[in-house]
C-alpha cells in the first residue's frame, strides 16, 4: 500500500491543524492506521492509532485530550485533527498502516511556534 500525507504546515501555540493519509494499493479496511512523530533530537514517537472500523482509537500521553484521530473507509483516509498546539508538537508527523506488515508515509512537516 502506498501512503500519502498532507495537511502539515506552520501556526501559533494553541492553534489547530488537520492532517491527512490517503492510501492506495490494497484493501484499506484491513489496516490499523497510525500517526507517529519525530524530531532530530528524539525517537519516532506513537501519536495515536485508530481500529480498522474506526470504532476503537488510542492515544500517545503527550496528546491525549487534544488530539483526535479518525478515518472514512470509504475515502481510503485517516484524519489527526490536531488542537490546542504547542511548540513541543512541532515534528514531522508520519502515518502507518499496519496489516501483515508496516508501511510508511513519506511525513509532513508541523511546526508550532510560540
Known amino acids: 500500500v502506498q501512503l500519502q500525507a498532507s495537511g502539515g504546515g506552520s501556526v501559533q501555540a494553541g492553534g489547530s491543524l488537520r492532517l491527512s493519509c490517503v492510501a492506495s494499493?490494497?484493501?484499506?479496511?484491513?489496516?490499523?492506521m497510525a500517526w507517529f512523530r519525530q524530531t532530530p533530537e528524539k525517537e519516532r514517537q506513537f501519536v495515536a492509532a485508530?481500529?480498522?472500523?474506526?470504532?476503537?482509537?488510542y492515544y500517545g500521553d503527550a496528546v491525549k485530550g487534544r488530539f483526535t484521530i479518525s478515518r472514512d473507509n470509504a475515502k481510503s483516509t485517516v484524519y489527526l485533527q490536531m488542537d490546542s498546539l504547542k511548540p513541543e508538537d512541532t515534528a514531522v508527523y508520519y502515518c502507518?498502516?499496519?496489516?501483515?506488515?508496516?508501511?510508511w508515509g513519506q511525513g509532513t512537516l508541523v511546526t508550532v511556534s510560540s
Open positions: 494499493g490494497r484493501t484499506y479496511t484491513n489496516f490499523v
Open positions: 485508530i481500529s480498522q472500523s474506526g470504532a476503537t482509537s
Open positions: 502507518r498502516g499496519s496489516y501483515q506488515r508496516d508501511y
